[in-house]
Nanobody, 124 residues
Framework: QVQLVESGGGLVQAGGSLRLSCVASGDALSRIQMAWFRQAPGKERDVVATIRWKEGSTYYADSVKGRFTISRDNAKNTVYLQMNSLKPEDTAVYYC?????????????????WGQGTQVTVSS
């Protein structure tokens, strides 16, 4: 079991930055894969970035490459999403998610554990 709590969302102007945090608690965290997803109104929930807790290997959606960075702090059991050069189209609810062991990291259905979500709004 993994519990996830996100924080760090808010309102920012286009071109600005925000950092999201996701604190994980539970068992065997070294075995988990973590990710940030986002869901805009009327749209599907899509993967933004993923990170393997132990190895630190990452994946980014094309839409955020070069602007967003996912990282983790093992000592704090926290995964971060640093978002720079934000655009209005980045506006969405951002969710932290996790699963144990190995599955396709970009599939929504791979993830068993979800946070409550945090709103990010980018004004033009």
């Amino acid at each position: 079991q993994v519990q996830l709590v996100e924080s760090g969302g808010g309102l920012v102007q286009a071109g600005g930055s925000l950092r999201l945090s996701c604190v994980a608690s539970g068992d065997a965290l070294s075995r988990i894969q973590m990710a940030w997803f986002r869901q805009a109104p009327g749209k599907e929930r899509d993967v933004v970035a993923t990170i393997r807790w132990k190895e630190g290997s990452t994946y980014y959606a094309d839409s955020v490459k070069g602007r967003f960075t996912i990282s983790r702090d093992n000592a704090k059991n926290t995964v971060y999403l640093q978002m720079n050069s934000l655009k209005p189209e980045d506006t969405a609810v951002y969710y932290c998610a996790a699963f144990y062991d190995y599955r396709p990291v970009t599939l929504l259905t791979s993830y068993d554990y979800w946070g409550q979500g945090t709103q990010v709004t980018v004004s033009s």
